[in-house]
């Protein structure tokens, strides 16, 4: 890490030393969220910290900053796993390099809906394999947090896999592969700029979460909603340094883990209200919705086969995952 991250984080731990003396023994814990305070997930990880207060009678205070703030967000990950922060919300997706396993929870397809997603991770050995992957780096997944649905935004329809031959999609990482597998042409251009993308004709339709129609407005450059979306929902990690977490107390530990449960339940209650109103929003201003057909959705899913086949030779643990959401998918009569 540069000199400059150094000066901040040393900053931040004679602070952090100075407001645990002053409000005698509480522990202030360093959290670097990926997203503002006023995204989703930002408001989400208030919430988990305000969760922390309540649950350990303020003994234990997660002090939430904001991308950048601290360290570059390409930076987090090797800051909390070093112990230069103590937490992180927000996508490993920017740590694919070093947590193959988060390319899993990527693939398209692979859950429905909300409740559907929270029980695969809770229920069926999702989470528990995923913090196994993430413990090797000395790092502890406390658990997810919806980010609603995230897919097709696009100025034609899209009814089959044809409609998406040789369009230019704005898509980045694991999305861009997700489009190449369907036929489109992915797009590297920065959510800032794709606003402006999309009203010059630069591209033809975005890879993004449904709930941005209303707030980057563009329901001014768009004019589809492709369902279903590729990921319903999108899901992001609250992670911890594993030496931080076992410093505290046995009973503040559990008052973590628990205010990270709380914080999951309420994202993931949260999504589907998300996605309604980004419908809604949508039909005011006359986007509509492309529905793909179930007979079509087969070819959609076979063109993506090789995707899934690909991540989960990427590491046992992705492996372990891919076919964890495989068998969920077979439970439910989907060969994938």
């Known amino acids: 890490m540069g000199k400059r991250l150094s000066l901040v984080l040393a900053a931040v731990l004679l602070w952090a030393g100075v407001m645990a003396t002053s409000a005698g023994a509480a522990t202030v814990l360093r959290f ?7 995204a989703n997930v930002g408001q989400t990880t208030l919430f988990f910290a305000s969760e922390v207060a309540r649950l350990t009678n303020k003994e234990v205070e997660v002090k939430v900053f904001w991308p950048d703030q601290l360290t570059k967000t390409g930076e987090v990950f090797d800051a909390v796993r070093q112990g230069m922060l103590d937490g992180y919300s927000g996508s490993l997706l920017y740590f694919a390099g070093k947590v193959p396993e988060v390319n899993v929870q990527w693939l398209p397809y692979n ?71 369907l036929g489109a042409s992915a797009v590297a251009i920065s959510g800032a700029e794709q606003y402006m993308a999309l009203q010059r004709g630069t591209v033809d339709g ?37 030496k931080t977490l076992k410093g505290l107390k046995p009973e503040q530990q559990k008052a973590i883990e628990q205010a990270a449960k709380n914080a999951m339940d309420k994202s993931f209650t949260q ?58 998918l077979k439970s439910k009569g989907v060969d994938n």
């Not at 209303?214 to 594993?242: M, S």
């Not at 492309?290 to 959705?297: D, F, K, L």
């Open 206 to 242: 975005t890879d993004f979460p449904w709930y941005t129609i209303g707030q980057y407005k563009f329901y001014e450059v768009l004019d589809h909603i492709v369902q279903p979306a590729l990921h319903t929902p999108g899901v992001v990690e609250i992670i911890i340094n594993t």
């Open 271 to 328: 999504s589907d209200e998300l996605d309604k109103q980004a419908v809604e929003e949508s039909a005011k201003h006359g986007v509509k919705i492309s529905v793909i057909p179930e007979a079509e959705m087969v070819k959609f899913r076979q063109a993506c086969k090789p995707l899934w086949d690909n991540i989960s030779k990427s590491s046992p643990h992705s492996a372990k995952l891919v076919q964890i959401l495989r068998d969920h």
């Open 111 to 181: 859950w429905s809906n909300a409740a559907e997603a929270k029980d695969v991770i809770l229920n069926k050995g999702y989470g528990q394999t995923f913090g196994e992957a993430v413990a090797k780096h000395g790092v502890t997944y406390l658990g997810s947090l919806s980010v609603a649905s995230m897919g097709l935004l696009t100025k034609f329809p899209v009814t089959k896999i044809e409609d998406l031959k040789a369009k230019m999609i704005r898509a980045v990482g694991m999305e861009a592969g997700i489009m190449k597998a």
């Open 32 to 38: 670097q969220c990926a997203y503002p305070e006023n």
